[in-house]
């Protein structure tokens, strides 16, 4: 049986995380093996936004904080940041409907945010579509 969105979703936000993490402690490493690590069979949703949001970073970061009131992503917890990069990715790049991409990103960030964390997500992706 394959995973529904929301679980691939949640895979995402944990190969974003891990990969910072690579880049923060300048491990070597490779998306693709980062991606087979956790996700069982191969699969292009998760390969999309997965890359997506990599090749986008720059100006992903730059949304966000633009967005962000007297904050900026990089003060973000890991996780949330990941959530958050990979929400406005969706919402930029993917025909995913807004209400779809908004809902899941919070349910995401209940899970591994605290609430202040979850409140920026919520406050930044409602700018943007309403921007």
Known sequence: ??????????KVMIILYQIDIFKERKIKYD????I???VEIENEFVKNIVYGVI???NELDELAN???????I???DKSG???LKMALYELKYTDTPEIVVINEAIELSKKYSDESVRKIINAVLDKYIKN
């Open 1 to 10: 049986m394959g995973k529904t969105r929301s679980e691939l979703r949640e």
């Open 31 to 34: 998306v693709d093996n980062v």
């Open 36 to 38: 087979k690590d956790n």
């Open 55 to 57: 090749t986008y970073q």
């Open 66 to 72: 633009s967005l962000i009131n007297n904050w900026s």
């Open 74 to 76: 990089d003060r973000i």
């Open 81 to 83: 940041a990941a959530i």
